[in-house]
């Protein structure tokens, strides 16, 4: 099990910072591209933001009507768009080989990733997932 986004597999986290096109735009990360879709017509905000700052702007927007039947499949579609720009990455992500993959975080984020053994992992799930498409390609 890769159980946190750090060290040799930072390259996971939505916090590594390389450039994302996404909806029409680059993003510097793939936080600030998720976190852009919150409020559509505010994306253009987010396109030179660090993961932090993205973070932030994405906590003071107004959310979309559907963001909570929305949200993962955007994450998805991120987290894709990642992968398949950037081929080194995919390389990477396939090297985890059958690996459960867990966003394990101290910040108590129970959706996304499991803080103190508890949590959804949504973020990894989309991960595996991603990583298993990689491997039909």
């Known amino acids: 099990m890769i159980d946190n986004f750090h060290g040799k597999y930072f390259f996971l986290s939505n916090f590594f910072c390389i450039p994302v096109k996404y909806g029409g735009l680059t993003f510097t990360n793939t936080e600030a591209a998720f976190h852009s879709e919150k409020c559509p017509s505010r994306s253009f905000e987010f396109v030179n933001l660090n993961p932090s700052e993205a973070k932030r702007l994405g906590r003071h927007v107004s959310l979309r009507p559907d963001w909570e ?7 998805l579609n991120v987290v894709r768009a990642k992968f398949d720009q950037h081929p080194d990455l995919a390389q990477k992500l396939l090297e985890t080989g059958d690996e459960e993959l867990v966003e394990g975080n101290t910040w108590g984020d129970r959706y996304w990733g499991v803080c103190g053994g508890k949590g959804k992992n949504m973020l990894g799930k989309i991960l595996m997932r991603v990583r298993e498409e990689l491997r039909r390609k």
């Open 69 to 75: 039947d929305v949200k993962d499949d955007i994450m």
